[in-house]
């Protein structure tokens, strides 16, 4: 196991703010708060930001935003401005709990991208030379003629163009052999095995490009421009990726980054969808090799979630916003259902019925069905005072064992070693409240009761009190209204029973 560090920076992508947020970006979101906030419980955070930073932001420059301003009549500026409202709020709405907001137009973000461009520049990790390649419009890529049989894109399938033009280039091939050791060297670096693998293959088989880093600006003038040369802006990507640097530190006089969160001290993680890891393990790593600067510890790239064959996305016209989710079950519905239904790293398919599935079941059936029946058994036979221990033996004392090793359980699942499956993290609570479910209806402690049979009763029904403690505890950082409702309801010695939490839909 690696070490343990006791500072957490986790980010997200930034997302395109060219239209209005899906699913799919919530996911990462989601996701990304989930471990927020279990990192905050388990380093045991008192003050905001004291000890676990979560970042995530928007990407606001390039052809994409250009051309969807350009369509609305806008100017870029003007269009972003308008767009990223809409994901500030959906972050409210969710309740993520990100620390910061990063824009990529904002003047701390473009100050570092500046600095980062003229210091690679003066190292001659940046050069000017003439550029001629297969380059896919859309998805702001260029590919290797290899990568786009056909010339066609084989990320969105629409036609390449050739293009040959005076641009600025990063060496990254000087660092190839440094990112294949350190992927040898860390197993970890980029999480699941199969997109480790996929990259550590890409970097063996193939002899690494330049990158291209700038555009012309007589074709794309939505961007930063290079300090060391007006006519061109910065291609989106590398503007991009240093987000993650400028919104916690800053480049001093000797062009050393310092910064309280990106550090070796803290550990790293970035969250990213399946469609991004070359950029993240490969263009991002490099970047920070010749800035002599630290890599992240773990690169995570989650599965899409797609609508019957196809991927989520604007571009397919299949997008679905998850407000109109959240308004139908809840926010804590849709988190739990976003995180359990498929293991992170997986593919999934949304649909309407898997949710209310999981809701029925998992939701309503299992967990809302332990909360509302030992809140009813506490008031019914303790007049609403929940009841002291008792000396567990048999069944009880076995249910207590796998209460004390719950919080390893699942925090294991969480991290690296575990591969961040919020699934089975989500798997090993139920666990508990299913064993406790089935407890009661081999106990019948209404037969107790019937029986006079006080003390029993009493420490069983603490058990129950228990269990669900010990589980909402667990489930705070996945669904944390519905654990605050619980701590309400029953964090006390003296009961207060409110509506069920999971009304089952028909
Ligand atoms: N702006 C770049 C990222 C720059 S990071 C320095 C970008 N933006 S994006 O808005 O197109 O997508 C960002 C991320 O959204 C994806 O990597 C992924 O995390 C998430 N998703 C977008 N569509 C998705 C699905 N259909 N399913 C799951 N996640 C998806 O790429």
Redesign the pocket.
């Known amino acids: 196991m690696r070490q343990k560090k006791n500072k957490f920076y986790i980010t997200t992508?930034?997302?395109?703010v060219n239209a209005s947020p899906?699913i799919?970006?919530s996911?990462?979101n989601i996701a990304a708060d989930t471990l927020a906030r279990a990192m905050r419980h388990s380093l045991g955070e008192k003050i905001t930001g004291e000890k676990v930073w979560f970042l995530t932001g928007s990407?606001e420059h390039g052809q994409k935003i250009q051309r969807a301003a350009d369509e609305a009549k806008m100017s870029p500026q003007e269009f972003v401005d308008k767009v990223v409202v809409q994901f500030k709020a959906l972050w409210g709405e969710l309740g993520i709990s990100n620390n910061d907001f990063i824009r990529t137009t904002e003047e701390r973000h473009r100050r570092t991208v500046e600095r980062v461009l003229s210091i690679l520049f003066a190292r001659g990790d940046i050069y000017r030379s003439q550029y001629e390649g297969l380059y896919c419009t859309p998805c702001e890529t260029f590919w290797l003629e290899s990568q786009a049989a056909g010339q066609i894109c084989p990320e969105c399938k629409r036609p390449v163009e050739k293009i040959a033009e005076t641009s600025y280039f990063f060496r990254m091939s000087a660092y190839q052999q440094r990112l294949i050791d350190h992927l040898k060297a860390s197993p970890r670096f980029v999480e699941p095995r199969i997109r480790y693998n996929e990259v550590f293959s890409f970097l063996t088989m193939n002899t690494l490009t330049d990158l291209c880093i700038s555009r012309p600006k007589g074709r794309l003038s939505w961007g930063i421009p290079l300090p060391f040369d007006p006519d061109h802006v910065t291609y989106v990507w590398f503007d991009?990726?240093i987000?993650y640097i400028s919104a916690v530190g800053t480049f001093g006089e000797d062009d050393q980054y310092r910064s309280s969160w990106w550090n070796p001290e803290t550990e790293i993680v970035q969250l990213?969808?399946k469609?991004?890891v070359r950029h993240h393990a490969v263009y991002w790593p490099i970047m920070l090799m010749a800035l002599g600067i630290n890599l992240p510890d773990t690169i995570v790239a989650?599965g899409?979630?797609m609508i019957g064959e196809d991927?989520?996305?604007k571009s397919r016209g299949n997008a679905v916003s998850p407000s109109a989710v959240v308004e139908k079950f809840g926010i804590d519905v849709y988190r739990y259902f976003l995180l359990r239904d498929v293991p992170f790293g997986t593919d999934g398919n949304f649909s309407e019925e898997a949710l209310v599935r999981r809701f029925n079941g998992d939701l309503a059936n299992d967990l809302g069905n332990l909360v509302y029946r030992t809140l009813t058994m506490v008031e019914k036979y303790f007049q609403g005072v929940v009841p002291p221990a008792g000396i567990p033996a048999g069944r009880a004392a076995e249910i207590y064992e796998k209460l004390r090793l719950l919080p390893g359980a699942v925090s294991e699942r969480l991290s690296c070693d575990g591969d961040f499956n919020f699934s089975a993290a989500l798997e090993k609570i139920w666990e508990v409240i299913a064993y406790a479910n089935k407890y009661v209806e081999e106990t019948k402690p209404w037969n107790l009761a019937k029986e006079n049979k006080t003390e029993e009763l009493k420490s069983f029904i603490r058990l129950l009190v228990d269990v669900i403690r010990a589980a909402s505890a667990e489930l705070e950082p996945f669904m944390p209204a519905t654990a605050a409702s619980i701590k309400e309801q029953l964090g006390a010695d003296t009961v207060r029973k409110g509506k069920p939490l999971f009304p089952r839909i028909i």
């Open positions: 992508p930034i997302y395109y899906h799919g970006h996911y990462t990407d991009a990726l987000n990213i969808g469609d991004i989650h899409w979630w991927k989520m996305s």
